[in-house]
């Protein structure tokens, strides 16, 4: 891991710059203006929904049906902190990366086409690919196959993007 992907100080976790500080009052923004106009709220990106998923081992089940055709979902994670984000492929395959920032750890959110990491800026697509930093390393990925109707997350292989 590159020493610069820590804060030196518990501090130094809490600074922003600039750049971070207009990121989340771009956030900021678009919820005020999602929550506060029913009607522009339309407009704006539906916000994903959580799932429990089914465990059984290491192996995590999400019905399909609630996976939907290309939104995705944020699948509880009984193995972390922080839930996985599951999606549904234009081609029809499914993805599962970890919310888990890259850079520092802050959980992501889906945006549109790309997961966005509200803390510092860092942008990734929805296969966890890096679009743009300052994050160095991209999400984690889990190998998914579909069994039936549920599509199986395998927690414990994790993939590169
Ligand atoms: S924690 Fe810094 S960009 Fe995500």
Same mark, same amino acid.
């Given at each position: 891991?590159?020493?610069?992907?820590?804060?030196?100080?518990?501090?130094?976790?809490?600074? &922003? $710059?600039?750049?971070?500080?207009?990121?989340?009052?771009?956030?900021? =923004?678009?919820?005020?203006?999602?929550? =506060?106009?029913?009607? &522009? =709220?339309?407009?704006?990106? #539906?916000?994903?929904?959580?799932?429990?998923? @089914?465990?059984?081992?290491?192996?995590?089940?999400?019905?399909? #049906?609630?996976?939907?055709? @290309?939104?995705?979902?944020?699948?509880? $994670?009984?193995?972390?902190?922080?839930?996985?984000?599951?999606?549904?492929?234009?081609?029809?395959?499914?993805?599962?990366?970890?919310?888990?920032?890259?850079?520092?750890?802050?959980?992501?959110?889906? #945006?549109? =086409?790309?997961?966005?990491?509200?803390?510092?800026g860092s942008e990734y697509t929805l296969d966890g690919t890096i679009l743009q930093g300052p994050t160095l390393r991209p999400l984690e990925r889990y190998r998914v196959t579909v069994d039936g109707a549920a599509a &199986?997350?395998?927690?414990?292989?994790?993939?590169?993007?």
């Amino acid at each position: 891991m590159p020493p610069d992907e820590f804060p030196a100080t518990p501090n130094d976790a809490l600074r &922003i $710059d600039r750049r971070q500080f207009l990121v989340r009052l771009e956030m900021l =923004a678009a919820g005020l203006t999602c929550g =506060a106009l029913p009607l &522009i =709220a339309a407009g704006c990106a #539906a916000r994903a929904k959580y799932v429990t998923p @089914t465990l059984t081992g290491e192996r995590l089940s999400v019905p399909l #049906a609630q996976v939907g055709a @290309t939104g995705g979902v944020l699948v509880e $994670d009984p193995f972390g902190d922080l839930p996985i984000f599951l999606h549904r492929t234009a081609d029809g395959a499914y993805v599962a990366v970890s919310t888990r920032c890259g850079h520092r750890g802050c959980q992501v959110e889906p #945006a549109a =086409a790309k997961l966005v990491c509200p803390c510092h800026g860092s942008e990734y697509t929805l296969d966890g690919t890096i679009l743009q930093g300052p994050t160095l390393r991209p999400l984690e990925r889990y190998r998914v196959t579909v069994d039936g109707a549920a599509a &199986i997350i395998h927690r414990t292989s994790p993939e590169t993007p």
